[in-house]
């Protein structure tokens, strides 16, 4: 996990996937512009609702949540929250570089900085 810097977050990126230098890269883009955001991997969300709630608070927080992963959203909507957003890929047929199917559905830290900005318009 990497915790927000200067203050109180105001977003945390929950990355189950090996995207966590991209979730960083944005977290980068927004501590240039004063947008305080932490970073959480989780591989796994059973593991974590395993944990006692005040844990669970400790690490997601109470800021609204943006996920990413390559993979529907099905029930990571609920573990998202209403105020959050999930970034994914949109159709797992697709076949490719990882890379080049991340920028290919519009997923880079670019577009992760811009989502927390839409969600947490400080």
């Known amino acids: 996990m990497a915790k927000a810097d200067r203050g109180l977050r105001v977003a945390t990126i ?7 230098a991209m979730a960083m890269q944005a977290r980068a883009i927004l501590a240039e512009v004063g947008t305080a955001v932490a970073v959480v991997s989780m ?12 844990y669970r608070r400790a690490v997601l927080g109470t800021a609204p949540r943006i996920g990413m992963k390559a993979a529907m959203r099905l029930s990571r909507n609920r ?3 209403h105020d ?11 076949s490719g570089a990882e890379d080049d199917l991340w920028r290919h559905f519009g997923i880079t830290a670019k577009a992760i ?10």
């Not at 591989?43 to 005040?54: I, K």
């Open 113 to 122: 900085a811009a989502t927390v900005r839409e969600q947490c318009p400080q």
């Open 14 to 20: 929950v990355v189950t996937s090996t995207k966590i």
């Open 84 to 94: 959050g957003a999930f970034i994914v890929m949109s159709d797992l047929r697709a």
């Open 79 to 81: 573990r998202i929250g």
């Open 43 to 54: 591989p796994c969300w059973a593991v974590l609702e395993w944990q006692d709630s005040a």
